[in-house]
């Protein structure tokens, strides 16, 4: 645990900034900057932290410092919801304040000998890794349309990236992606044969913080939760200017920044709020419990009281 908390502190301190004009701080810990995530960096760059008295510092750090890092501390919000309920299953002090999208986006993007789905069995499918949300993705989209999961090989690439050139390459049958590879594998004349979205309903991304933060900074939590549901409104009605942001941010072209919104917003929740009734049924379905995990209900995951009384 040392080690652990040496990491962060090494990891944090490198953004270590003391705001000239007085504004709060606030520590949000994001895995990688992609299109996924952009509400966040949307937030940041036009101003919306700033307008709620906030200085936003986006570090990237690897999802199992993030949850360390909020336990200890020294972030005060993580964007991985699942990997969130699986520590807080664990017994760690989480909660769950707002959720972005209702599915992961991730798709199973295959190559033009591939026409059907269970024509990959005995074949090769990319995952970031083996037990990840790409996986577990892979597993459900697959299952869900009558693939013997147990047939297929499952390759574990490290990143969405490798994923994607093993397709390329054709190494790969298949891989599974998320924007804006997605939309350039399309370009390419690779085929979406399936996403998550349509098969599985599960919280994915969102903004998770310590019980300690709820208590002792729920102001800094309101004027978070704010920004980011101005940054949902201005996405969802400025979809142009929307569209432009991600082609500039992301150093994408035209075609694949429209795809790549057009499946951001297909599942987002503007109101960042995932009704209790469909999260207790996500957090029960085999994709999102492993065998054995400790059963939690929904008021020990997520406290949406703050984002509630901005209504």
């Known amino acids: 645990m040392r080690i652990v908390l040496l990491l962060i502190f090494i990891a944090l301190s490198v953004f270590a900034t003391t705001s000239a004009n007085g504004q709060d701080t606030v520590r949000i810990g994001l895995s990688v900057r992609n299109v996924v995530l952009m509400p966040f960096y949307f937030a940041q760059e036009k101003g919306f932290f700033e307008r709620e008295g906030l200085k936003a510092e986006i570090i990237q750090i690897r999802s199992n410092l993030q949850v360390a890092g909020v336990v200890a501390g020294e972030l005060d919000f993580m964007s991985g919801v699942g990997t969130a309920i699986d520590a807080i299953r664990k ?6 304040v707002a959720v972005l999208y209702r599915a992961p986006l991730f798709s199973l993007v295959t190559g033009t000998s591939i026409n059907r789905l ?9 995952v970031s890794r083996i037990g990840s949300e790409s996986h577990n ?14 047939k297929v ?3 574990q690439t490290g990143s969405t990236t ?31 044969l399936a996403k998550t979205g349509d098969v599985v309903e599960a919280p ?25 549901l101005e940054s949902f409104r201005r996405i969802k009605q400025d979809r142009r200017g929307t569209i432009e942001y991600i082609q500039q941010s992301f ?10 919104y057009n499946e951001i917003t297909e599942v987002m929740f503007d109101n960042l709020i995932m009704p209790e009734d469909r999260l207790k049924k996500a957090m029960d ?16 995951v997520v406290d949406y009281s703050i984002l509630r009384s901005l209504r």
């Open 285 to 300: 379905s085999p994709y999102a419990r492993g065998e054995g995990e400790k059963s939690v209900s929904v008021s020990d």
């Open 251 to 260: 150093k994408v072209n035209s075609k694949i920044a429209e795809n790549s």
């Open 91 to 96: 017994g760690l002090p989480l909660k769950v």
């Open 162 to 192: 490798v994923s994607m050139i093993g397709l390329q390459q054709n190494s790969l049958e298949a891989s599974v992606l998320s924007p804006p590879f997605t939309g350039e594998m399309v370009l390419q004349g690779f085929k979406v």
């Open 137 to 150: 993705a892979a597993v459900w989209m697959l299952s869900q349309n009558g693939v013997d999961v147990k």
């Open 204 to 228: 994915f991304n969102g903004m998770v913080t310590s019980r300690d933060r709820l208590r002792s900074r729920p102001e800094r939590i309101r004027g978070t939760l704010k920004a980011m």
């Open 118 to 126: 269970r024509e990959l069995e005995g074949k090769k499918v990319g």
């Open 153 to 155: 090989t499952f390759m």
